[in-house]
């Protein structure tokens, strides 16, 4: 046996090794049953000296709870708490940059929202005075139905979609999975269709019972 | 010199799977536990099932131990709690108790003896132990004499102990191996020996 390892062992016994060296010896001392052996008897020499009386020197405790606990699962590696300074720096990381992510998201969603030139024709048509209305077919208003129909968009304007689609990704690689998730699916959902498609666009025509 | 980071560095390990770590510090706590125990119950072998089931507490609960204090206070707590409901179950419990005991089970009486630390192999190995541990100490040379039942019973620190001692620290950590492993040099006789002694008479 190595005297050097036997005095460090000695050491660790009495909470006087450095605690760099207590690592690597725990990790020994784990594995080596010789080693083991040994600190279980410098526990005896402790417990004779301070005159333990009624305990059982060779008890077999240790081996029994041995027993109980190779039926039990091993504990987890993620529920090692760390330190408490490295647990209150560290919890609120991948919070702090999914909110940071999510809120530029947001804000520029809804600035490019508010400062595109086709919301503001949608909200113009809405609100829109009778002169931009276009008369209603003759028909309809035998039948009893009222047509709005909004002002034609300018030709060429559109929503930067490829530039917000961009922005939205680049961020969201800080995000956790199911937020970026959502948030592009929200995207793509609440994006108008581009000109030229098949899906209806239910802002067109309002009707009027 | 960060006090109990041996536990801790132990602890560290079994909260990320290793049982080896947990049963050093069963063998190094095992004793001082049963005797804690012990002011609640008068029977060793009760004593140590009780134990026995605060170390198993111990262990499941090892992922919340956060090392605010240290593990023996933390251990120590759990073990008077196990003690104390121990007690109040078995005081709630008096006629179930009573009733095997009077059952004249044969096998429940040698079930009950062969736990108990007071069977003959039980009682010659530990008087033997101590005898031994006790022989070895008092052929200890004086220095090495004084600091380990300086550490051992008075619980000094190393700094206290070089301090009572007037020599550096350095030395106090090798005087207290040496009187370690001197004692242990018999102490493994008596259990190569002992353990054999002990299963001719089982």
Known sequence: ?209 | MSADASDLSLVRRVQRGDKGAFDALVLKYQHKLVKLVMRYVRNPAEAEDIAQEAFIKAYRALPQFRGDSAFYTWLYRIAINTAKNAVVSRDRSPVEYDLDRNNNDESYDMQGRMKDSETPEGLVLTDEIRSTVNAAIDALPEDLRTAIVLRELEGLSYEEIAAAMDCPVGTVRSRIFRAREAIDRRLREVFEGGLGRAEELG
């Open chain 1, 1 to 209: 046996m190595n005297e050097e390892l036997d005095s460090q062992l000695s050491a660790m016994f009495d909470d006087e090794l450095a605690p760099a060296e207590c690592e690597l010896l725990a990790r020994r001392l784990s594995r080596d049953e010789p080693l083991k052996a040994r600190w279980g008897r410098y526990a005896i020499i402790g417990a004779v000296i301070r005159a333990e009386r009624g305990v059982r020197l060779n008890a077999p405790l240790a081996g029994r709870v041995n027993a109980v606990l190779l039926a039990e699962p091993a504990l987890a590696a993620h529920a090692a708490p760390r330190d408490r300074t490295s647990m209150r720096l560290r919890w609120w990381q991948p919070l702090a940059g999914s909110a940071v992510a999510a809120g530029v998201a947001a804000v520029s969603i809804l600035w490019l929202r508010t400062h595109s030139p086709a919301a503001d024709a949608q909200l113009a048509a809405r609100v829109a005075s009778p002169a931009a209305v276009s008369p209603a077919p003759a028909g309809a208003a035998a039948q009893g139905d009222s047509y709005i129909v909004p002002l034609p968009k300018p030709a060429g304007v559109m929503v930067p979609s490829t530039e917000l689609a961009n922005y939205v990704v680049a961020h969201s690689m800080f995000s956790p999975p199911v937020a970026r998730r959502n948030l592009l699916s929200a995207f793509m959902t609440s994006e108008p269709a581009p000109a030229g498609t098949d899906e209806p666009q239910s802002d067109v025509k309002t009707i009027a019972q």
